[in-house]
Structures are given as C-alpha cells and as structure tokens.
C-alpha cells in the first residue's frame, strides 16, 4: 500500500522569503503522479502543482517549485517571495497512474504561516 | 467555467433528519468524489462515480447515500446521523483519463449534527 508523510506539522517563514515542505511517500509502482495541494482558511482545496513521475523536470509554477527525487521517494515544495495569502495547509498527495485507479493518498499537512 | 459548486456551504441537522448535500460541476469532468474532512486532518475518500456509477465504496456507513443522477450532478443524502458525522464534506471532480488529470475541489458544506 501507499503512503504519503509529511513530517513538518507546522512552518513559519517572513514574507519575501523563501521556504521548503517536505513530503515523503513509499510506493512500489514505477508510474504514478504527486500532487501539493493548498487549503487556505476558506477550506476549499486548491492545486498548486503536479509532477509525473515519469518527467525528469521538476514542476514550476511561478513561485512554487518541487524537488522531485524519484530513487530517494521524495516530493518537497518550494515557495519563493513567500506572500500573506500563502498561509495555508498544504497536503502532498500520491496517485497512482493505473488507469480506472480514483484514490488520491493524501499526507497528514504542513501548516504554513506567513510572517509580516 | 472552472468550478465545482456545493450547497449548502453550512448544515445543521439533528440525528433524525434526513438532509442532502449537492454538488455540480460543468467542466465535462465524468468522474465525481465526496471526501470527508475532519478539522485538521487530511481529506477521506467515501465515493467515486464515474460515468455516473459508483466505482468506490470505501465502507461507508449506510446513513451515507450517495447519487450521480447525471454527469453534472453528484448529491449525497444523509439520515440518522450521528454527532461524529459532524465535519467538512468536500465535493470534487476530474476526468476520468489520467492524462493531466488532477482533482478540482468544491468549496465544501460544513455539517454540524446535533
């Protein structure tokens, strides 16, 4: 079975700068697909980035980046120029890429807060 | 239209009632969820449709009843529910093909049983 850690409960970082969550997950499927998901107080999840574990590149999406490390099962995010509006809980999640295959595993979340 | 629409937003009920949570989208998606969220937990999966028929079940009380009366629409009708039932229900869609498939989440209903 998949599983998916995120061993930071909370982080703070100041705005403008720069910080990383990370996630974990262990799976024995070569093809699959991770996913951060964003949970601001409004409580509606909202994407923030996707990697194929297929693609060698990293995903970016303006400020957010991963670190994907396939071999070392790891999936850490990275937000630059960190704002107000990133606080928020963020959820790595893992999807397996077989067909017809509906669960996402969702990891425990990393509170973020954002210092002025 | 990039949307996933639930009502309503908040919901009290007591143990009696029966009440039903709805849930559209217009995006073409033909897969649809109902996740469970309690406070400060990640996301429970209790439902897929897709192509309107359920293709997972994960061992939901009978109290839950979910429907897919069509591709836009997904309610689930509550009755007898206890205070534990008590969270967010996160209503969400995708395609079904896994290419650049990703899950688009509703705003969610907060049930509150008395």
């Known amino acids: 079975a998949q599983t998916v850690t995120q061993s930071q409960p909370e982080m703070s970082v100041q705005e403008a700068e720069t910080v990383t969550l990370s996630c974990t997950y262990d799976?024995?499927?070569?093809?699959?697909?991770l996913f951060w998901y964003k949970q601001p107080p409004s409580r509606q999840m909202i994407l923030v980035i996707r990697q194929e574990a297929y693609k060698q590149q990293n995903a970016t999406e303006n400020r957010f980046s991963v670190n994907f490390q396939k071999a070392a099962k790891s999936f850490s995010l990275k937000i630059s120029d960190s704002q107000l509006g990133d606080a928020a809980m963020y959820f790595c999640?893992?999807?397996?890429?077989?067909?017809?295959?509906?669960?996402?595993?969702f990891g425990t979340g990393t509170r973020l807060k954002v210092l002025a | 239209d990039t949307e996933v629409t639930q009502t309503p937003k908040h919901l009290v009920m007591g143990m009696t009632n029966k009440k039903s949570l709805k849930c559209e989208q217009h995006m073409g998606h033909r897969a649809m969820y109902w996740y469970k969220q309690k406070a400060k937990k990640p996301p429970e999966l209790m439902f897929v449709y897709s192509y309107e028929k359920l293709s997972i079940n994960e061992s939901v009380p009978s109290r839950f009843s979910p429907e897919c009366p069509n591709s836009s629409l997904l309610n689930l009708h509550l009755h007898a529910l206890q205070p534990e039932d008590s969270a967010l229900y996160l209503c969400?869609?995708?395609?079904?093909?896994?290419?650049?498939?990703?899950?688009?989440f509703g705003s969610g209903t907060q049930l509150s049983v008395l």
């Open positions: 999640a893992y999807r397996s890429a077989s067909e017809g295959t509906y669960k996402y595993i």
């Open positions: 799976t024995s499927e070569s093809d699959y697909y």
């Open positions: 969400a869609s995708s395609q079904v093909r896994i290419t650049n498939e990703k899950l688009f």
